[in-house]
């Protein structure tokens, strides 16, 4: 038996640099054999008509909780199962799921419910490790982050947590709590990703952090300093660092609630396509109808409401995660904040593949990397969903 392919026919392709018209794309194996701007000499492949569709890199959400009324905090594979089998059907091929501010146990009990599902063929978007965001942040950029279990970096909870599991790929952090430096350093030593959030720093703090690997700004603007006075002297926060340091890299949620369109120009213009990378942030509500629901673990989380398109406290004094998904990402930027599409594709794939250090198999349309495709019209409606070569979403018309 030859290898069996599939070739995607009449599509926009849309390359790092550039959009392939009438593009030619061959799979076989999971992987991407062939990117052409001319017919691919392939007989009795399977054949995918994108009939004038874009085609992309699968999506790469980097930071997410939940959807289709599930959270990674409730306590059941199948909560991480249906959320990726939610976000699947707006374009996103791979994610990190992110466990919130917790206890200990609630923490490692999350990590190891995460390996068993990681274990299932899941037909839905792919896992690529853990996000741990919390519990060591600043109390008052909290935000939506339980304040019961809000507390500085203990070595003997920290290292009894990453000895329970080896998902873990990176780990937000508020840098200036005490022993937050020494914590970013030995998780650089395990090669996790030490991230700034949910902080009061200040930018000598920042730029400390950033010397001691904490090289990534979580939802930038979001539970963080700007410019802060204190006795009459004023100071530069989190934001002014993130675009002061050139190697800094950002994320945003760019659900079009979180950040005016203003704010998103601003990032672009600053920090680039090369080092923003869109996140949704979802909770459980991504998918769903509005209404009161529920961040994190579905026994004891924090209530929140679901109005406008967006969380909220039910005091409405603060927005509690989002609700988009990866295919309003891209639309905000490119519709909303006139972003070029070729470069808001990016912030979505490559970019957060290289920030993980995924970039190696996916992120980008090219030879011998894995097939994560993305097929969507003109106005980033998702059409089609390949993760390793196999359709695990087609739209119905």
């Given at each position: 038996?030859?290898?069996?392919?599939?070739k995607?026919?009449?599509?926009?392709?849309?390359?790092?640099n550039?959009?392939?018209?009438d593009?030619?794309?061959?799979l076989?194996?999971?992987?991407?054999?062939?990117?052409?701007?001319?017919?691919?000499?392939?007989?009795?492949?399977?054949?995918?008509?994108?009939?004038g569709?874009?085609?992309?890199?699968?999506?790469?959400?980097?930071?997410?909780?939940?959807g289709?009324g599930a959270?990674?905090?409730?306590?059941?594979?199948?909560?991480?199962?249906?959320?990726?089998?939610?976000?699947?059907?707006?374009?996103?091929?791979?994610?990190?799921?992110?466990?919130?501010?917790?206890?200990?146990?609630?923490?490692?009990?999350?990590?190891?419910?995460?390996?068993?599902?990681?274990?299932r063929?899941?037909?839905?978007?792919r896992?690529?490790?853990?996000?741990?965001?919390?519990?060591?942040?600043?109390?008052?950029?909290?935000?939506?982050?339980?304040?019961r279990?809000?507390?500085?970096?203990d070595?003997?909870?920290y290292?009894e947590?990453?000895?329970s599991?080896?998902?873990?790929?990176?780990?937000?952090?508020a840098?200036?709590?005490?022993?937050?430096?020494?914590?970013?350093?030995?998780?650089?030593e395990?090669?996790?990703?030490?991230?700034?959030?949910?902080?009061?720093?200040?930018?000598?703090?920042?730029?400390?952090?950033?010397?001691?690997?904490?090289?990534?700004?979580?939802?930038?603007?979001?539970?963080?300093?700007?410019?802060?006075?204190?006795?009459a002297?004023?100071?530069?926060?989190?934001?002014?660092?993130?675009?002061l340091?050139?190697?800094?890299?950002?994320?945003?949620?760019?659900?079009?609630?979180?950040?005016?369109?203003?704010?998103?120009?601003?990032?672009?213009?600053?920090?680039?396509?090369?080092?923003?990378?869109l996140?949704?942030?979802?909770?459980?509500a991504?998918?769903?109808?509005?209404?009161?629901?529920v961040?994190?673990?579905?026994?004891?989380?924090?209530?929140?409401?679901?109005?406008?398109?967006?969380?909220k406290?039910?005091?409405?004094?603060?927005?509690?995660?989002?609700?988009?998904t990866?295919?309003?990402?891209?639309?905000?930027?490119?519709?909303?904040?006139?972003?070029?599409?070729?470069?808001?594709?990016r912030m979505i794939?490559?970019?957060?593949?290289?920030?993980?250090?995924?970039?190696?198999?996916?992120?980008?349309?090219?030879?011998?990397k894995?097939?994560?495709v993305?097929?969507?019209?003109?106005?980033?409606?998702?059409?089609?969903?390949?993760?390793n070569g196999?359709?695990?979403?087609?739209?119905?018309?």
């Open positions: 038996m030859g290898k069996a392919y599939k995607i026919i009449n599509g926009r392709i849309i390359t790092p550039r959009v392939i018209v593009g030619q794309l061959l076989s194996e999971g992987k991407i054999v062939e990117v052409s701007d001319g017919n691919i000499d392939a007989p009795n492949s399977e054949i995918i008509d994108a009939k569709s874009y085609v992309a890199p699968g999506f790469i959400d980097m930071h997410v909780h939940g289709g959270d990674f905090m409730d306590g059941s594979i199948d909560a991480f199962l249906t959320a990726a089998k939610t976000h699947v059907r707006y374009g996103t091929t791979a994610l990190l799921p992110t466990i919130l501010t917790s206890t200990k146990e609630q923490i490692i009990q999350s990590l190891a419910l995460y390996e068993q599902a990681a274990a063929a899941i037909q839905g978007s896992f690529l490790g853990v996000h741990i965001e919390g519990p060591y942040f600043a109390m008052k950029q909290r935000g939506a982050q339980d304040p279990y809000i507390r500085d970096p070595p003997a909870e290292m947590i990453l000895a599991s080896s998902s873990i790929k990176r780990w937000s952090i840098p200036e709590r005490a022993g937050a430096i020494a914590f970013g350093r030995m998780l650089r395990r090669n996790i990703l030490p991230s700034i959030a949910h902080t009061d720093a200040l930018y000598a703090d920042v730029l400390k952090a950033f010397d001691n690997g904490y090289t990534l700004v979580t939802h930038l603007y979001s539970a963080m300093s700007g410019v802060t006075r204190r006795n002297y004023r100071y530069g926060g989190v934001i002014e660092s993130a675009y340091l050139d190697d800094m890299d950002v994320e945003i949620i760019a659900d079009g609630k979180h950040l005016p369109p203003e704010l998103l120009q601003l990032v672009y213009k600053i920090k680039g396509a090369d080092r923003t990378a996140i949704t942030d979802a909770m459980r991504a998918a769903m109808p509005e209404g009161p629901s961040l994190g673990n579905i026994a004891d989380g924090m209530a929140v409401l679901v109005e406008d398109g967006v969380a406290l039910p005091d409405r004094t603060a927005f509690a995660g989002s609700i988009a990866a295919d309003r990402l891209v639309r905000t930027m490119v519709a909303g904040a006139g972003i070029p599409l070729v470069e808001a594709v794939t490559a970019t957060p593949a290289r920030i993980l250090g995924v970039d190696h198999h996916v992120g980008v349309l090219a030879n011998g894995d097939a994560d993305v097929l969507f019209n003109d106005d980033i409606e998702i059409r089609l969903t390949l993760v196999d359709i695990v979403y087609k739209h119905e018309t």
